[in-house]
């Protein structure tokens, strides 16, 4: 099972700031959070856990990351309501950096631009900031937090409508019948169109 | 079916079992099919198909299958020489990593079933001494262990079909293969144009309904997940019902090992765990069988030291934990014109065995399989965030472009590859950092040896040929680099008939401790092509009729 070793490496250079052993160690909390973020959403209640400016720069952030286009973008697919209640659930603690770090960009957004919030900001003036702080933990983390955001279970409060799985073509069903894609489909037509396939019981070649 | 028993600690049962997974559930099965009392010890929760989920968030990221690494840290160096160190936070699974819960490993595994070749059981007397190693030739045959491979392929499920290069079989397959997947037709279309030999991937996944279990619905979620089917063929599904019906099979969950202890006549008397309670009990037994994986068991050994066995139990040798073997690897990723939906179905359709013999041309040791499968693409979390060749954006509108084009249009072929076992390459005890029980740690010692290093690369070489052939509009490669750990956890229990070179004998009895058995990845001598648990299984089915008869005999 050599995926196993791949797949750390994606945990190794996907997670960046966030540690999957700090991740891992949340494990419990998760399902209250997908419940309170399911709760949240379908009430249309304010955030839980983020105050109203803050929710704002970071579901800013997350448009950047994943932005609408001709389709949906982060902020479509709800990944704020995500954020909201990962920090208070399965990724509690983030908040303490996040807040912090989120404070120094926004000082940095006052210096330059005269605007008190990242969010107020221009497209363009976000992207050129964003660019500056690309390896450091704040985005390095709203990143990961805008992935799950848009592809994780709908029950962790973003994926809103499923949208973030249309938007890549995932579609979540538990059954499924070949051809699964374009390379395999003339495959099984052709097994389809020739004579019933001998039965498996029958003495097979035992290889040499 | 008769109801589960509840075995007195104190009277001694005929076996315990530590550990219910790939090797533990067969024996499990075996022993109280033959009519012995056994207990089982299984360190994780006993979870049931419908526990299983595809929630991607707490299979993989909270890695909720394994055991939190904050109670149980394990550290890692190179070398001997070298400190060894807790990964850095943020690398992610441990050195040594596997699935606690009945059913062990197996229950998250992807299913590949390899059988070995005659030709892996005696490479040494072919190709001679490879130095700094401890290359050598297992104690048995391909035809000793065929039949048991057999039932590996009858009792715990096997689809498949036969190929070019297989070696003998005395059945056909059970099950037909599985259905071919876009990966594994492209794999097949780029090898022929190099004149290769694509071949059927046995898989340990029911395609039709077999020995009362359904057939795979292609969900997709096989590679770390557990399977909410029952179509997957791990012991969970496979073995431990059987076993559990036979009414004289507990299986105690929650339950850490601490140690073995023997009698004043050498044998082992009593098993001694925590509950689920974190309690200490000691469960007695006439006969004691470790198949905790190739890790935990040889760390268990070296805990269960005493007077008789100063360097740990069974360790006169001085070879439990020695020539640790991860499989070296190599991955390169392609993505294609036209969507493959590699989400759907199980992970590999087809295989390339054409590169499995070591060639001395090629100038190294080492030989390997290839396989084709979306990795670890198939979950969408994990594709948005490393699914997207160097170099290309990670956020913004055009990364978005690629989410939207490459999650439905990206594969991966794996090479899976030989590790020679060298006594450097170790499971060892931490000598400062303990468990969350107070136990040593889990310290792996490990670095490929060059040759290994050569195969992976020599694979990949193949790989992209392949890739390139089958006309990829876009292909990479990961760096083939030094493992930093693995899940497949292999000879740190060697067998072999000299007790001064191995742990057990052939029959996986310890040399020293009459009445120990260890059965589990610990036991192979050389490291396959990638893909063991197969013959993990294939010997667990041997050592437990070899075990059977000697009780019977009197003879443990």
Same mark, same amino acid.
């Given at each position: 099972m050599q995926t196993d070793q791949s797949r750390r490496r994606f945990l190794h250079t996907g997670t960046g700031a966030v540690s999957a052993s700090w991740l891992a160690a949340q494990w419990p909390l998760a399902l209250k959070a997908a419940e309170q973020a399911a709760a949240a959403r379908d009430s249309q209640r304010p955030f839980q856990h983020l105050g109203t400016a803050e929710a704002k720069d970071f579901e800013a952030i997350a448009a950047r990351i994943v932005p609408t286009?001709?389709?949906?973008?982060a902020r479509e697919i709800g990944v704020i309501y995500y954020i909201d209640t990962a920090i208070g659930?399965?990724?509690?603690? &983030?908040?303490?950096? =996040?807040?912090? %770090? =989120? %404070?120094? =960009?926004? %000082?940095? &957004?006052t210096e330059r631009y005269g605007a008190q919030h990242f969010h107020l900001l221009d497209g363009e003036a976000q992207d050129a900031l964003l660019g500056e702080i690309e390896a450091g933990p704040l985005f390095q983390t709203l990143r990961f937090m805008t992935l799950c955001g848009c592809f994780a279970l709908p029950s962790y409060g973003g994926n809103r409508n499923r949208l973030g799985w249309a938007l890549i073509g995932f579609d979540h069903r538990h059954v499924w019948f070949p051809p699964f894609g374009h390379y395999d489909a003339g495959h099984h037509e052709a097994r389809a169109a020739a004579p019933a396939p001998r039965q498996h019981s029958e003495p097979q070649r035992h290889g040499r | 079916?008769?109801?589960?028993?509840t075995y007195p600690t104190r009277e001694a049962v005929d076996f315990v079992v530590i550990g219910s997974g790939a090797a533990g559930g067969v024996m499990a099965r075996e022993l109280s099919v033959a009519g012995f009392n056994v207990v089982v010890l299984e360190q994780g929760p006993y979870r049931r198909a419908h526990d299983f989920t595809h929630d991607e968030i707490g299979v993989v990221f909270q890695g909720e299958l394994s055991l939190d690494p904050a109670e149980h840290p394990q550290t890692f160096r190179a070398r001997p020489e070298q400190n060894a160190e807790v990964p850095p936070q943020g690398a992610g699974l441990p050195?040594?990593?596997?699935?606690?819960?009945?059913?062990?490993s197996s229950v998250h595994f992807t299913g590949n079933y390899w059988r070995f070749r005659p030709v892996d059981f005696k490479e040494r007397s072919l190709l001679g001494e490879i130095e700094g190693t401890t290359f050598a030739d297992w104690p048995l045959t391909y035809e000793e262990l065929e039949p048991y491979y057999t039932r590996v392929d009858w009792e715990i499920g096997v689809s498949g079909a036969p190929g070019p290069f297989d070696p003998p079989r005395s059945r056909p397959y059970p099950v037909p293969p599985l259905p071919l997947k876009s990966s594994g037709a492209i794999l097949e279309r780029g090898a022929k144009a190099l004149g290769l030999h694509p071949q059927v991937a046995p898989m340990a996944i029911l395609s039709k309904p077999h020995n009362g279990r359904p057939a795979c619905i292609h969900c997709g979620f096989c590679l770390g997940f557990g399977c909410e089917m029952n179509a997957k063929s791990s012991t969970l599904a496979a073995m431990i019902p059987q076993a559990e019906a036979t009414g004289r099979c507990e299986i105690r969950t929650g339950c850490t090992v601490m140690r073995l202890e023997h009698d004043e006549r050498g044998r082992i008397r009593d098993v001694v765990y925590l509950d689920e309670n974190g309690v200490e009990q000691a469960q007695r037994t006439r006969a004691a069988v470790l198949s905790a994986n190739g890790a935990e068991s040889a760390r268990l050994l070296l805990l269960s030291q005493s007077a008789q066995h100063p360097d740990g139990m069974a360790n006169g040798s001085g070879m439990v934990g020695k020539n640790l073997m991860f499989n070296a690897h190599s991955a390169t990723h392609a993505w294609f014109e036209e969507p493959l939906n590699e989400f759907k179905s199980v992970q590999c359709t087809r295989i390339v065995h054409d590169f499995y013999e070591t060639d001395p041309k090629r100038g190294f040791y080492g030989g390997g399989g290839i396989d084709a499968r979306p990795l670890v693409n198939s979950w969408p979390i994990l594709f948005a965030m490393g699914g997207i060749a160097p170099g290309l954006p990670t956020w913004g509108a055009e990364y978005k472009r690629l989410l939207e084009r490459y999650f439905t249009r990206n594969m991966s072929v794996l090479g899976n590859c030989t590790s020679l076992a060298m006594e450097r390459n170790s499971i060892s005890l931490d000598p400062e950092l303990k468990d969350v029980f107070g136990r040593p740690a889990v310290r792996v010692t490990y670095e490929d040896h060059p040759d290994d290093l050569a195969t992976a690369r020599f694979m990949q070489d193949q790989s992209v040929a392949i890739l390139e052939a089958a006309g990829a509009q876009r292909l990479w490669r990961d760096e083939v680099r030094p493992s930093t750990g693995g899940p497949h956890l292999l000879g740190t229990c060697r067998m072999g008939d000299d007790p001064d070179r191995s742990v057990v004998d052939r029959y996986h009895r310890a040399h020293e401790v009459n009445n120990l058995f260890v059965v589990d990845g610990s036991n192979f001598v050389t490291s396959g092509r990638g893909q063991p648990t197969m013959t993990i299984q294939?010997?667990?089915f041997r050592a437990a009729e070899h075990m059977t008869k000697a009780a019977r005999a009197g003879e443990i």
């Open positions: 286009t001709d389709t949906p973008g659930g399965w990724m509690e603690g &983030v908040e303490q950096m =996040l807040r912090p %770090a =989120l %404070a120094d =960009l926004n %000082a940095t &957004v | 079916m008769a109801g589960s028993p050195p040594a990593w596997y699935a606690a819960g009945v059913g062990g294939a010997l667990a």
